[in-house]
């Protein structure tokens, strides 16, 4: 990282007079892209730095990126919200800053009440010269083996705690909301209904399920 120049210091935090907030190293803001027909640009702060008045005031950024800015693209697991640590560092005037921004972890972000507009979430480091994802692999779940996107909804198997689109099991996404308990295909007793209703399985399910476990 470049030392700050000569008669340049650096800021604890700065308040953006548009906004009215204050700004510090570590948090995230949402910057103006110089095409305003673009969504603004997420990225994290690293440094704030100022001459020796405390005017002209620059931010030391690391870009966050959208998955239709990375090389390979938008992908269908992604999420709407998600942006990648790239390793793209910059200098932008703190006039380009238009608001504040929250990049959650994935395992946070998944558990937020409500996603704001100012809600992101990042699971990947990027390398913005090869295309590179660190980790390269996450878990995947369903039958169609995709990595989690938090946009949609899944329905958790109760026998092997796998995860299942409602698409992926002929089910629309009404019927799967309305589920209070789910086999996968694979855990269910052969030709027995998808649909497990605590009441509604019978005494031949119930010895199905029983010789089933017995034989484990
Ligand atoms: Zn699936
Ligand atoms: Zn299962």
């Given at each position: 990282m470049a030392k700050p120049k000569a008669?340049?210091?650096?800021?604890?935090?700065?308040?953006?007079?548009?906004?009215?907030?204050?700004?510090?190293?570590?948090?995230?803001?949402?910057?103006?892209?110089?095409?305003?027909?673009?969504?603004?640009?997420?990225?994290?702060?690293?440094?704030?730095e100022a001459d020796s008045r405390g005017a002209n005031v620059k931010v030391h950024i690391r870009w966050y990126y959208r998955p239709e800015e990375s090389i390979g693209g938008r992908r269908q697991f992604h999420g709407s919200k998600e942006v990648f640590l790239s390793d793209h560092y910059d200098v932008q005037s703190a006039d380009t800053i238009e608001g504040k921004c929250t990049v959650h972890s994935f395992k946070s972000y998944t558990k937020l009440d409500a996603v704001g507009n100012e809600d992101f979430f990042c699971r990947f480091e990027y390398n913005s010269a090869t295309g590179a994802f660190n980790p390269d692999r996450v878990a995947v779940y369903c039958k169609c083996e995709m990595p989690y996107n938090p946009d949609d909804l899944m329905v958790q198997c109760e026998g092997c705690s796998d995860w299942f689109h409602p698409t992926c099991i002929d089910m629309t996404v009404e019927e799967a909301r309305r589920l209070d308990h789910f086999f996968c295909e694979?855990?269910?007793?052969?030709?027995?209904?998808?649909?497990?209703?605590?009441?509604?399985?019978?005494?031949?399910?119930?010895?199905?399920v029983d010789t089933k476990r017995r034989r484990r």
């Open positions: 008669g340049r210091r650096t800021l604890d935090s700065y308040t953006v007079k548009h906004m009215n907030k204050s700004i510090r190293a570590g948090e995230c803001v949402l910057m103006r892209p110089s095409d305003p027909s673009k969504s603004s640009y997420v990225a994290r702060i690293d440094r704030i694979n855990c269910s007793a052969e030709g027995q209904t998808k649909l497990q209703n605590s009441h509604s399985s019978s005494r031949h399910s119930d010895t199905k």
